[in-house]
């Protein structure tokens, strides 16, 4: 039994099972060291998904992140293997569970790199080859896809900050180019093959501010670096860039992705405490990012990534729900919340390092080298909580009964 109803809080014109949704971390790019990890088997989750999904019912989520893992499907160009892929979509049709996909989340091909001259091609028919398959197994229904992960991150992390593929400093913007002129002709090949998928960007939400006793030049600098987290979705619109073919009607779910480090000081780049740390001035309420956003785009608001790690999750989840709901009564179509990850992760980079401890499942390692997953109730009861707000604020929507505390649940 659920002690959660989110249908009271989906609005009616959502293309989502729920409001509240759940990410399962999907990367399988090459770390800053050039190994290639692989986190759907990392976590356990691909072993586990039957439990996994069932883990979410209490809590009323029925939508969730997945991504098939581009070098995993195409080990050889133009060549796909679809069995893992086909193998969760059986089971997310039979819990009931709607799929979200990323066809490249943090990954590519060993013989790839969003700056080599076959990329975009490769991509759009990796794109074509998806819906083909996806419609084989899936004929009715519809479907949400993310062509390409956070452009505006893997800019920075491969282009400027060697941290993945191609390893580059300096060269963020070609690697931004590179990555949006495959993203570009990957929308238009589903489209082709699909005219009813749903596209969902999913780009970082982020403040810039200039420092303290600004001048007016770093003032100035510090607006034309904060207006530079929408430059993937200009360019996906056309709005930038028109030659690699963008469009106004490529512009359908607009996704963010929001976490707790995502507001910096310009120049210094660093971190604004969130409200629970600091009451910094400069500090923009995320209502006012998700206004902004929207009134930039008019198109619906979909948070895709949130959270924050160790004992703090839980007062993050409360200011978010609240941040939400303030959001919602402003007038802003917001459509979900995905807290992602999950369940919990390893660092990308550090393999052997300690988790993250930022899911709503932290995992322990059993005797037999399983991993299992531990419920953190103190984010359980956030998460209830953040339910309440939000369902409370769609208007014209009943309201939720009272839910039960996440202690007094009983799961695997």
């Known amino acids: 039994m659920t002690y959660f109803d989110d249908r009271a809080a989906a609005p009616r014109t959502s293309p989502f099972s729920s409001f509240w949704m759940g990410g399962y971390e999907c990367t399988d790019q090459q770390n800053c060291f050039g190994h290639r990890v692989d986190f759907l088997h990392l976590t356990d989750h691909y072993q586990q998904l039957a439990d996994d999904y069932q883990r979410l019912q209490p809590f009323g989520i029925r939508t969730v992140r997945e991504g098939i893992r581009w070098s995993q499907v195409e080990r050889t160009p133009y060549q796909y293997d679809w069995s893992t892929v086909a193998a969760m979509l059986e089971t997310g049709r039979r819990l009931g569970v709607q799929q979200l996909w990323d066809l490249c989340h943090f990954g590519y ?45 893997m800019s920075w ?24 002129r495959a993203y570009v002709e990957g929308v238009a090949a589903l489209r082709e093959a699909d005219p009813s998928i ?5 780009e970082p939400l982020i403040s810039i501010v200039p420092p303290h006793g600004a001048s007016a030049r770093q003032q100035r600098e510090a607006r034309e670096r904060h207006e530079h987290q929408y430059q993937a979705v200009d360019m996906l619109s056309g709005r930038i860039c028109p030659e690699l073919g963008g ?10 992705n929001y976490y707790y480090d995502n507001q910096w000081e310009c120049h210094s780049n660093a971190r604004l405490g969130w409200a629970n740390e600091t009451c910094d001035p400069r500090w923009r309420p995320l209502r006012s990012l998700l206004k902004e956003a929207y009134q930039r785009y008019h198109r619906p608001v979909v948070i895709t990534e949130t959270s924050h790690p160790m004992e703090h999750r839980p007062n993050w989840l409360r200011f978010v729900g609240a941040e939400c709901a303030a959001a919602i009564e402003a007038g802003v179509p917001l459509l979900g919340v ?31 080298g399983t991993l299992e997953r531990v419920l953190y109730k103190p984010y359980a009861e956030a998460l209830l909580d953040a339910q309440q707000q939000v369902a409370a604020a769609v208007p014209g929507r009943l309201k939720p009964a009272k839910a039960r505390k996440a202690s007094s649940l009983l799961l695997p």
């Open 338 to 368: 995905c807290l992602y990850p999950i369940i919990d992760r390893p660092d990308w980079d550090f393999l052997d390092r300690p988790w993250h401890r930022s899911g709503l499942w932290d995992v322990e390692q059993r005797a037999d």
């Open 247 to 256: 469009r106004p009607e490529y512009l359908d779910l607009l996704g963010f």
């Open 109 to 153: 091909p060993d013989d790839l790199t969003p700056l080599h001259p076959m990329f975009a091609r490769r991509f759009a028919s990796l794109c074509r080859a998806f819906v083909d398959f996806y419609r084989s197994q899936r004929p009715e229904g519809e479907l949400i896809v993310t062509p390409i992960n956070e452009v505006s991150f």
């Open 157 to 180: 992390l491969g282009g400027d900050a060697r941290g993945t593929v191609p390893y580059c400093v300096g060269q963020g913007w070609e690697v931004k180019y590179g990555l949006m």
């Open 198 to 202: 749903r596209i969902l960007t999913t």
